[in-house]
């Protein structure tokens, strides 16, 4: 089984399949670590986010059972995000490290990488609890799939092609508001919300890629460029209040004065190119394209 629902195939068994198969992937990676334990808590927090996209889909169905799951996923993903969110700065100080506009500052910004680096692995030793919360996370896991298993849908055709439609639009207007905030405002939130709601959506041209691969295989290309764009977004404005908070990170004046310099010129160039392909990838009404959205599972489930 893979992330995808089966058109013909019975919703509610498509459902549980899909998110089970999530959570045994990361109960899996968590348990063997094949590339080691960070490697692997980032693959598990991937698990998450998709069953998260998974389970908004189907929110106006079983309200109550995506809140609670939702949470709990959240939770899951947090008790393990310390040494990971660490590790993205690193990943984001050498993404500004690629793109220095002079000898200076290419300079300035290798000792900012390298003083993340140090911040991380001071972090990664600290967490003497890891195993514990791996551990717990295994078992949330496991009681986040007994859930999973008491959830049931109304399978006929049509009441499932409804149930799409309408976690489609929800999708897509929240998106909307989501440009809309950007497009007026360059507050860090207001693209951090874009990212979420972008993310949700290729997630859920996912699920759907069997109902027309082609079209959804491109759109998800593009809305996955769009989120990696607004994830660099989110790491210069995670990496900017933390040099705010203890300015030592980024070196002497001269060096926090080229990192400054370095985050608002991509910064600036990252919203401009973000609004840019959101407003390709978000290009058809939310109506237009659940409606769409309904008569392709009509069609492809006959």
């Known amino acids: 089984m893979s992330y995808a629902f089966r058109p013909g195939g019975a919703f509610t068994d498509d459902f549980k399949n899909v998110g089970a198969e999530q959570f045994e992937q990361a109960i899996e990676v968590l348990r063997l670590r094949p590339d080691g334990v960070h490697e692997a808590i980032h693959d598990a927090r ?17 309200p109550l059972f995506q809140k609670q799951e939702n949470a709990r996923i959240r939770n899951m993903a947090r008790n393990l995000s310390a040494v990971r969110d660490a590790a993205a700065l690193v990943e ?22 390298s003083r993340l680096a140090e911040r991380r692995d ?9 195993e514990d ?12 799939m007994a859930a999973l298993a008491h959830v049931s849908f109304d399978d006929r055709r ?13 999708t897509l207007k929240r998106a909307a508001r989501a440009v809309e905030a950007c497009q007026a405002s360059t507050e860090a939130a207001a ?8 993310q949700d959506y290729r997630m859920h041209l996912a699920l759907m890629r069997e109902a027309w691969p082609s ?21 210069l404005d995670v990496m900017t209040s933390l040099v705010n908070e203890d300015p030592g990170l980024a070196g002497d004046s001269q060096d926090q004065a080229h990192l400054i310099s370095a985050v608002i010129a991509r910064q600036e160039s990252l919203r401009l190119e973000a609004l840019d392909r959101a407003a390709n990838v978000f290009l058809d009404a ?17």
């Open 92 to 113: 984001n100080a050498r993404y500004l490290h690629e793109g220095a506009r002079s000898d200076d500052e290419e300079k300035a910004l290798d000792r900012v990488c």
């Open 215 to 235: 079209a959804m295989q491109a759109k998800r290309l593009d809305a996955k460029a769009l989120v990696e764009i607004l994830g660099h977004l989110n790491d």
């Open 46 to 62: 991937k698990c998450f986010k998709r069953l998260r996209a998974l389970y908004r889909l189907i929110a106006s169905d079983a």
């Open 122 to 130: 001071r972090i990664a030793a600290g967490q003497t609890d890891i």
């Open 191 to 198: 693209f951090h919300e874009l990212r979420k709601r972008a």
């Open 158 to 170: 049509r009441k499932t092609a409804d149930r799409l439609a309408k976690g489609w639009r929800r």
């Open 286 to 302: 939310p109506d237009v394209e659940s409606r769409t959205i309904r008569l392709l599972w009509l069609e492809a489930s006959r």
């Open 133 to 144: 919360r791996i551990a717990a996370t295994i078992v949330n896991c496991e009681q986040a």
